[in-house]
Each structure stands twice: as C-alpha cells, then as structure tokens.
C-alpha cells in the first residue's frame, strides 16, 4: 500500500482540521498515511519554513488559513511543488455566505467558543504551570504528559504547548548531581517522555541565556566536557527506564509537540497503562 504524507496547516489550534482530517480517512480503511500537523501558521516566513518539510515528504496540502497573503504563497508553493493544496473550510464558509448574505469575518481562531474544551485546556494550562521544573511531583500521576530533560532542552515552552491543546504536563529537569524523586520511575497513567539535544546546540543556546541574563557566559553550564556528561546521564537514563525519546536539535516547539502527541495517541490506541519500549524520533 503506498504511503501518503497528509499536512495539516492551520492558522489556530488546527483542532478543527484535525477533525476534518480524521473523519475523511475513516472511509479509508488501512490507509497508511503519515500526518503532519503546522498549527499556529500566521507569517510567511512560518509557512516558508514549513514548506521545506513539505518538500522532504510530499503529499496532500489540507489547510484552513485565513490571511489571503498566506493562502496565496502556499498555493503558489505547492503548485510550484506540484502537490495538492486543499482549503478544508472554503466550500462550507462559500454557501454560509450565499446563504446569509454577508461575507464571512477573516480571523483566525475565531471557530473556538467557551465551550468544555476550553475550559479542559483552561485546567490544563493551571496544571502545566504549577507543575513546571519539577514542582509538586506528587501530583505527577494526575498528569497526561511527563517531559524530562537536561537544562534548556526546550522542556517547559513545549510544556506549554501541550497545555493549550489540552494535555497536562509536567516537567522534571534531569541533573547529574541531584536525580529526580523515586515517583518519577513508577509512574503508571502518565506518558513520560524524554527530550535530547546535541551538545553543541545545547550549549550555544544555554549561551545565548547566559548573554540575555547578563552573565558570565563560560562556566560549568556551558562547558563542553560537562554538557557531554549531562547529555550521556539523561540519554542512559531513558534508555534504562524504556521511555520514548524525541532528539529536539533540529526541531521547532511545534514540532517537538506534535511528536508528543503523536506518542500519547499511540499509547492511548494501544490501551497501555505503563510506559512502552524505548522509541527514538
């Protein structure tokens, strides 16, 4: 069966699309299609980085982009590409518009009410944030989502993330000279997820952190033998523990997302109460 690269891009959440998405490929049974979910598309220069993973997996463009200028350069890229770019919303928002008589209101997001879901990610983001950097590990099972990582591994933006599409996360840093509690090994509902970088990246960005906080920017937290030995520490420590890994180096905070989601999704289709056999993405 031939494999097919579906992106998503959506200029809000995408949840809508998601659906859409979701519900067109039930017809489809054992339909081997690989999704790629851009949420948050709202500048060009976004969308110009986008399209370069675009361009490595090519498939079916489905979209719900409100900003004409948007629109038009994905289009424009994507004919350029020879793919096909699909406008999710455009055929239903047309005949409301004949229907009622005015032209629809161009603002991203505006699809999402106060409905339950809102409130679900309201609690999500009030959990998030008083669970970030390892505090309050004794509520950890009631989490959706454990990240650990070194320093700057991108942990708590990505935290963040997860929490406005409604998952509760915390976050636990993982330091040679002060290992996590106990809880954090014999956690049964929660997905724990490790993050990774290289060195190299790692120590430039904890460099640039140094600069933007007016400080010394060499010392032990950005020294290369130390950085390899907190890297290696937190790497043996996944492997040892079974749990998923996601090397973030190369990866946007969407695009680390997205791969947790598509691991939680995973987990929940499979039924699993435990975290899994170790996965490198």
């Not at 005015?102 to 603002?107: F, I, N, P, S």
């Not at 009410?113 to 609690?123: G, I, P, S, W």
């Not at 993050?195 to 010394?216: D, G, H, K, W, Y």
């Not at 946007?252 to 997302?257: F, H, P, R």
């Amino acid at each position: 069966m031939q494999r097919l690269h579906l992106h998503l891009l959506s200029d809000s959440t995408g949840e809508t699309l998601e659906m859409i998405a979701k519900a067109a490929l039930a017809q489809f049974d054992d339909a081997d299609v690989v999704r790629h979910f851009w949420p948050m598309v709202r500048s060009q220069q976004h969308l110009d980085r986008i399209m370069g993973e675009i361009a490595a997996n090519p498939g079916l463009v489905l979209y719900t982009l409100v900003n004409a200028e948007t629109r038009e350069r994905l289009e424009e890229r994507c004919a350029l590409l020879g793919l096909p770019s699909v406008p999710a919303l455009d055929t239903v928002t047309s005949a409301l518009e004949q229907q009622l008589g005015r032209a629809a209101k161009g603002r991203p997001g505006r699809q999402h009410a106060m409905d339950d879901a809102y409130f679900r990610r309201v609690d999500a983001i009030h959990f998030t944030i008083a669970h970030d950097d390892g505090v309050a590990w004794e509520d950890w099972e009631a989490a959706d989502i454990v990240l650990a990582g070194v320093s700057r591994s991108s942990k708590t933006p990505t935290s963040i993330y997860l929490a406005n599409r409604g998952y509760k996360v915390a976050n636990i840093p993982i330091v040679v000279e002060s290992p996590p509690p106990d809880s954090l090994f014999n956690l049964r509902r929660p997905l724990v997820v490790g993050l990774t970088t290289s060195p190299e990246r790692l120590i430039q960005v904890r460099r640039n952190r140094l600069l933007s906080l007016m400080q010394a920017p060499e010392t032990a937290y950005v020294d290369s033998e130390q950085v390899g030995r907190e890297v290696q520490y937190a790497r043996r420590m996944f492997a040892d523990n079974g749990w998923p890994v996601i090397d973030v180096t190369r990866r946007s905070i969407e695009e680390t997302a997205a791969a947790v989601i598509n691991l939680y999704n995973e987990r929940v289709a499979a039924g699993l109460d435990v975290n899994g056999g170790l996965s490198v993405l």
